[in-house]
C-alpha cells in the first residue's frame, strides 16, 4: 500500500508539472503570436498620389530649327509623324560612325527639373538595338557638353515607339537650350523620324493612410534616410527601417522603394503608431523605371519584418494631375 501511494503520489506530481509547463508553453506561444500580429497595419481613406503635369520641350514641327552632322541630312517630315502638323526626318548615311546626329537649339529654355523622365516619339527604317542611338539634353546651344545622355531602347524596323527614359539627375535641367540624337555605335545607314520630345506627364510619389491594427501595441516606423536621394533605402549602408515597400507593374519590380512618414492629425511627435493615431506612408517613386503615367496599372506591397504582406492594386485615373485619388 505505501508502496502504491508513492507512485500514485510521484504519478500526480508528473502529470501536474507537466501541465504547468504545457501552460507556460501555451503562454508563450500565444505572446509570440501577438507580438507577431503586432505590427500589423491598417489602411484609412482613400490611396492618393502626387503628379506632374506634360512639359513640353520641343514640338519637332518639322526640320527649321535641326542641324544635322557631316553624312546626316535633316528634313521636314509632313507625311509620317505622330503629333502636331509634322516632325523631322534624320537621314543617316553609311559614311557617318559615331557621334552628334543632328540637334535643335531650343527658340526658348524648357524646364525639366520637377520630371523624372523625358520622353519622345521615335521611328528607323531599320532595326536597332538598344542604347545605340541616345537622346541628349544640354543647357547650352549645340549640345556639344549634355547634362544628360539617355540611351534609347531597341527600335524595330518602320514602328514608331514612344520612349521615356528616367533621367539621372532632374535637377540640372533647369534651363534646356538644346535637345539632339546622338549615336554611340554606328547605326549604319538608316533614316530616323523623331517628333515631340518632352517631359511626359507621371505619378511622383503615393501617400498611403495607416492605423495600428492592434491598439495595445505600438508599431514602429522608423525609417532610412535615402541620404543619396535616388529612391531606394537597399543600396543605403546603414538600414534602420522595419518596413520594406515593393513597387510593381508590367514593366518592373522594385524592391524597397525609399518612404518617409508623417502624423495625420494628433500625434505625440515619435515613429511609433500607436492607438488613436494615423500616419501617412509617403512612397517615392523616383527608382521605378518607368515612372508611371496615366492608366498605368500598379501594386504595392508593403511588408513589416514580423508579419505578412499587405497588397495594394491601384490604377492611375486618365488624366494626370498634381493631386490625385488612385482606385
Known amino acids: 500500500m505505501v508502496a502504491f501511494a508513492a507512485t500514485a503520489a510521484i504519478f500526480a506530481y508528473v502529470v501536474l508539472s507537466t501541465g504547468m509547463v504545457a501552460s507556460i508553453k501555451s503562454h508563450e506561444a500565444a505572446t509570440a503570436g501577438l507580438d507577431q500580429v503586432s505590427s500589423s497595419l491598417?489602411?484609412?481613406g482613400d490611396v492618393k498620389a502626387d503628379g506632374v503635369v506634360a512639359t513640353t520641350v520641343s514640338s519637332v514641327e518639322g526640320a527649321g530649327g535641326w542641324t544635322a552632322s557631316s553624312?546626316?541630312?535633316?528634313?521636314?517630315?509632313?507625311?509620317?509623324?505622330?503629333l502636331g502638323s509634322g516632325g523631322v526626318k534624320l537621314t543617316v548615311a553609311g559614311a557617318f560612325t559615331t557621334g552628334l546626329v543632328a540637334y535643335e537649339d531650343l527658340a526658348s529654355t524648357a524646364d525639366l527639373s520637377g520630371h523624372f523622365s523625358v520622353g519622345l516619339w521615335v521611328k528607323?527604317?531599320?532595326?536597332?538595338?538598344?542604347?545605340?542611338?541616345r537622346l541628349v539634353i544640354d543647357d547650352s546651344a549645340g549640345c556639344g557638353s549634355p547634362e544628360e545622355t539617355l540611351n534609347i531602347p531597341a527600335l524595330t524596323a518602320d514602328s514608331w515607339l514612344r520612349h521615356r527614359i528616367n533621367v539621372s539627375n532632374a535637377s540640372a535641367l533647369s534651363a534646356i537650350a538644346c535637345v539632339g540624337i546622338s549615336a554611340a555605335s554606328d547605326p549604319g545607314a538608316v533614316t530616323l523620324y523623331v517628333d515631340h520630345i518632352e517631359g511626359p506627364a507621371e505619378v511622383q510619389s503615393i501617400h498611403v493612410a495607416v492605423e495600428n491594427a492592434i491598439p495595445t501595441h505600438g508599431?514602429?516606423?522608423?525609417?532610412?534616410?535615402?541620404?543619396d536621394s535616388d529612391g531606394l533605402l537597399s543600396d543605403e549602408a546603414t538600414k534602420t527601417h522595419f518596413l520594406v515597400i515593393t513597387y510593381m507593374s508590367d514593366d518592373t519590380?522594385?524592391?524597397d522603394v525609399a518612404w518617409t512618414t508623417s502624423e495625420l492629425g494628433l500625434g505625440d511627435g515619435d515613429d511609433t503608431l500607436e492607438a488613436g493615431e494615423t500616419f501617412i506612408l509617403?512612397?517615392?517613386?523616383?527608382?521605378?523605371?518607368?515612372v508611371p503615367t496615366a492608366r498605368s496599372l500598379i501594386t504595392l506591397d508593403i511588408a513589416s519584418n514580423s508579419d505578412g504582406s499587405i497588397i495594394l492594386e491601384k490604377i492611375v485615373p486618365p488624366q494626370i494631375t498634381p493631386s490625385m485619388v488612385l482606385h
Do not use: C, F
Open 42 to 44: 491598417d489602411l484609412v
Open 253 to 255: 519590380v522594385v524592391r
Open 71 to 82: 553624312n546626316v541630312t535633316a528634313a521636314t517630315e509632313s507625311s509620317d509623324y505622330k
Open 124 to 133: 528607323a527604317t531599320g532595326a536597332i538595338d538598344a542604347n545605340v542611338l
Open 219 to 227: 508599431v514602429a516606423l522608423v525609417t532610412t534616410a535615402d541620404s
Open 282 to 290: 509617403n512612397i517615392d517613386l523616383r527608382a521605378v523605371d518607368p
